[in-house]
């Protein structure tokens, strides 16, 4: 299926489903509610959606790594309630009760344990970064991009495990020696920036009072990293950042999974909770049930109960619909899209049932398949038995229960492409910059043969 007819599908099934529900007006509205605008009195969790992608995502010459998927995203959810900066300036991306402070560290969970398109999209994290780093009136805080890939991880997206030996470097990028090692000591190269593999770590455990040695703490019937970031930074994932006497709340993490096929008989498929096993460590005595019995209970115990994440974002830029590899080429979907929330349930049974699925129709890629509903129920009941759930306004999580009910859920969309097209926002989109105007010129061109077909 072509990317266009893909575009065809998701246009006639969304507008049946609109005009079902009589929410055709959506196409005069600034973002597009999409579904769940009668969501159930209790609950209405926000998914937000930005689609058309542009295959280029960076298309200021002001400003080259701001990527405009991930602009029109945060705008969407700043517009929505959710800002991306803590700050008492409000703005488009800033408010009072934001997610990123001046002073964060921030964790950027990638998927590292693959490369091709199998793991994260750097490109996509190269927009990320620099969005951190554009914190209004400087940032002073570290990005730190992490992965634990248990024992076949590489942040050079040089892993050869599964691909023959082959060792060459091959990054989820229009670019793919744009490796997340390249972005920080090549493309970023600053001080603020830093990576770190938990690999190497992942068999040593450390005690409650070790504030020093880079390992492993276990909780319950999970594990978390505790280690110096190369900016100087205790982490310990659930307690925070270690000051030499107490822990402070200035640690954040961001989950950026890739969203995929994972296998036939276990989980089926990678988004968001299951992103988890790249944080825990397999070391602990507890891979077995992992695998994959109790996989929903342990993503719900590590997003409720060790650290939340403010913000889950699914890469579905390349959809790896048929190999957890991202690899040959014909197994992967280009989708140019990404879909946001801090409910890692809803965001995982949306992405599966509105971008996975329609690409192949594999039912066990549906969220309702058994294999699938089994791990998302149990993530759910565990996330939602915890005390306020999810909720944390201190690190400005809104989302207090999880849902996997599409009536509990509201949908808010933008097009990258029509973001392009809007009026100006200040420090985030300059229509008069000629990069950004050759892509209005592209996106015109794209949408006059769209419409001939």
């Not at 002001?62 to 705008?75: C, D, M, R, T, Y």
Request: aromatic share 8%; net charge negative.
């Amino acid at each position: 299926m072509s990317p266009l007819s893909f575009k065809k599908l998701w246009s006639r099934r969304t507008f049946l489903k609109l005009s079902a529900a009589g929410l055709s007006s959506i196409f005069v509205d600034p973002f597009r509610r999409v579904l769940g605008s009668e969501a159930a009195d209790s609950l209405s969790n926000p998914l937000f959606w930005v689609d058309e992608i542009p295959d280029q995502p960076f298309v200021s010459a002001k400003s080259p790594n701001s990527h405009i998927g991930l602009e029109a995203l945060l705008v969407l959810i700043g517009a929505n309630g959710l800002k991306f900066y803590r700050s008492a300036d409000t703005g488009p991306l800033a408010g009072p009760q934001g997610l990123i402070a001046a002073d964060d560290v921030v964790l950027i969970k990638v998927n590292a344990q693959w490369k091709h398109r199998g793991c994260t999209n750097s490109d996509l994290i190269r927009g990320l970064v620099q969005r951190i780093l554009d914190y209004p009136g400087g940032f002073q805080g570290e990005v730190v991009i992490m992965e634990n890939g248990q024992g076949r991880g590489s942040l050079a997206c040089d892993t050869s495990s599964a691909y023959g030996g082959d060792d060459s470097i091959q990054a989820n990028a229009n670019d793919p020696r744009h490796s997340f090692l390249y972005l920080v000591n090549t493309l970023f190269n600053d001080s603020r920036v830093s990576a770190k593999l938990l690999d190497p770590i992942r068999g040593k455990f450390l005690s409650a009072d070790d504030h020093v040695t880079d390992g492993y703490r276990a909780y319950k019937d999970v594990s978390y990293p505790c280690f110096t970031t190369a900016g100087g930074h205790r982490v310990e994932l659930r307690e925070g950042i270690w000051n030499g006497s107490g822990h402070t709340a200035s640690l954040k993490l961001i989950n950026v999974p890739v969203l995929k096929h994972h296998d036939v008989g276990g989980s089926e498929i990678t988004a968001s909770l299951k992103h988890v096993y790249g944080i825990l460590s397999m070391g602990d005595g507890y891979s077995g049930r992992r695998h994959y019995d109790k996989l929903g209970q342990t993503a719900g115990t590590m997003m409720a109960e060790v650290k939340t994440p403010v913000l889950n974002i699914i890469d579905a830029i390349w959809v790896s619909h048929r190999s957890i590899t991202g690899y040959p080429a014909d197994t992967t979907f280009r989708a140019n899209q990404l879909l946001a929330s801090q409910d890692p349930v809803a965001l995982d049974y949306w992405a599966a049932k509105h971008i996975l699925y329609p690409i192949d129709e594999d039912e066990r890629h549906h969220p309702d398949f058994i294999g699938i509903d089994y791990w998302l129920t149990q993530a759910r009941e565990t996330i939602n038995a915890h005390p306020g759930g999810l909720a944390d306004s201190s690190s400005g999580i809104q989302v207090g229960l999880v849902t996997q009910d599409e009536n509990q859920m509201e949908v808010l969309s933008d097009s990258a492409l029509n973001f392009l097209e809007k009026g100006p926002i200040p420090g985030i989109r300059d229509p008069r910059d000629p990069k950004t105007a050759a892509a209005r010129v592209r996106t015109s061109e794209r949408r006059n043969t769209a419409a001939r077909s």
